[in-house]
């Protein structure tokens, strides 16, 4: 499942370029251009991450901050501005801001900081997750590192608790595998390729226990945990 942008700028030229440049990377964007329409937008599209200019017609980036963050408090919010003194910066920051970019910016930096907010996001996720959640017929333990079925309990290292959780939170969706390398291990090297590789392995000897759970390789893309029949 593609993630999904909400995107505001009223700068016609440079917002179609943005657009573009990040659908052609995979990205499902949606453009707005009006600030007082952004609201009915961001619940209709239900995005996963907002990229949002300051100065807008009708609605400020600041304002629509505060209003989004009234609807979803966790979302990761992302300034666009060409303002550069300090003090905007710090008032973008407490409007909610995840980041901020100054214009003009290049798009890897761009693609960079939305990835980077995306995994951070997920990791306060996974630090707010309850004590137990249920998994097919698994009690996982998260903070304990314990899984549970039918009684017997098996220690999961840190590595496998947090492989597990992400798993959880990304059920019955296509994770990409450079994700799950970036998130656990903070890169995609070739070692760690490999020990991901081991790490998938092991969760499907434990889960085996439940037939209803699965984890599927999509061959040269990434995962798909199956928890739902």
Known sequence: MAIKILYVEDETFLGKIVLESLQQRGFEVLMETDGAKVMQQFRNFVPD??????????RNGFELANDIRQVQ?????????????????????????????????????????????????????????????????????????LLNFNGSTRKLSYRESELLSYLYLNNNELIQRKDLLLHIWGNDSFFNSRNLDVYITKLRGYLKEDPLLQIITIKGIGYRFITTV
Not at 53 to 58: A, V
Not at 91 to 115: H, T
Not at 123 to 139: W, Y
């Open 49 to 58: 991450i907002c990229v949002l200019d300051i100065m807008l017609p009708n």
């Open 73 to 145: 408090e966790d979302i990761p919010i992302i300034f666009l501005t060409a303002k550069t003194q300090t003090e905007d910066v710090v008032k973008g920051f407490k409007a909610g801001a995840n980041d901020y970019i100054r214009k003009p910016f290049s798009m890897e930096e761009l693609i960079i900081r939305i990835e980077n907010a995306l995994r951070i996001a997920k990791v306060e996720q996974v630090k707010t997750m309850e004590d137990m959640v249920r998994i097919g017929g698994f009690e996982f333990y998260v903070h304990k590192q």
